[in-house]
């Protein structure tokens, strides 16, 4: 299957590609790995992405969409993918399109992770992060530490990060109703859309997920 996942941050995106590639043994294509391979390979696409990120500026594009195109060329991606945080945006999603009618091949489906704004700010702004080591994750309401403030692991502090906060989660809210979210109708106009609830255990999810896509393929 060939799979785009969308849904607002703190949705559980990452969590969810993981685990339903794993489950449909398609690989997971994120934009954060896309960039992090290209420029620590040194390609040309991820010499452009690095001089626009160190200067502080997006990355066009022609150049996200380079990489998702020569990562969807790759022999493990023969029979399908899973597309998280790529397209972010219509212009993305119609260069997608014009690529995918290229090589002969089309989306599946396009899941749609569904949770409210409120829910969605208590998540990433309850999360407290050990400052000495950032694997180690709590959050104040579903997994919070024995003791406040103190990481159960190595009895470090723990913090909010910045982008954590509830101001600047409402304003990442904010980019993806304006950009991301459009997309949405986009590909609801094409028959695509497969929406679920996010709310709930991750295996939870997962299946709910699993039994969209499999009425999806049926269909």
Do not use: W
Request: charged residues 25%.
């Amino acid at each position: 299957m060939r799979i785009v996942l969308v849904g607002p941050p703190g949705a559980g995106k990452g969590t969810q590609a993981a685990f339903l590639a794993k489950n449909l043994s398609i690989p997971h294509i994120s934009t954060g790995d896309l960039f992090r391979a290209n420029i620590s390979q040194g390609t040309e696409l991820g010499k452009q992405a690095k001089a626009y990120m160190d200067a502080g500026n997006l990355v066009p594009d022609e150049v996200t969409i380079g990489m998702a195109k020569d990562r969807m060329e790759q022999p493990d991606a023969v029979n399908g993918f899973l597309l998280d945080g790529f397209p972010r945006n219509v212009a993305q999603a119609e260069a997608l399109d014009a690529m995918l009618v290229g090589e002969g091949m089309k989306l599946d489906a396009v899941l749609d992770l569904e949770v409210e704004e409120d829910e969605v700010v208590k998540r990433i702004a309850g999360r407290r992060i050990c400052r000495n080591d950032s694997s180690h994750v709590f959050h104040e309401t579903y997994a919070p530490p024995k003791s406040e403030g103190v990481c159960d692991v190595c009895g470090g502090e723990l913090y909010q990060r910045d982008d954590d906060s509830e101001g600047t989660v409402r304003k990442r809210l904010e980019v993806y109703h304006t950009q991301t979210e459009p997309i949405i109708d986009y590909y609801r106009a094409q028959g695509l859309v497969v929406t679920i609830s996010a709310l709930g255990k991750v295996d939870e999810v997962t299946g709910r997920a699993m039994e969209a896509l499999r009425g999806e393929k049926a269909a």
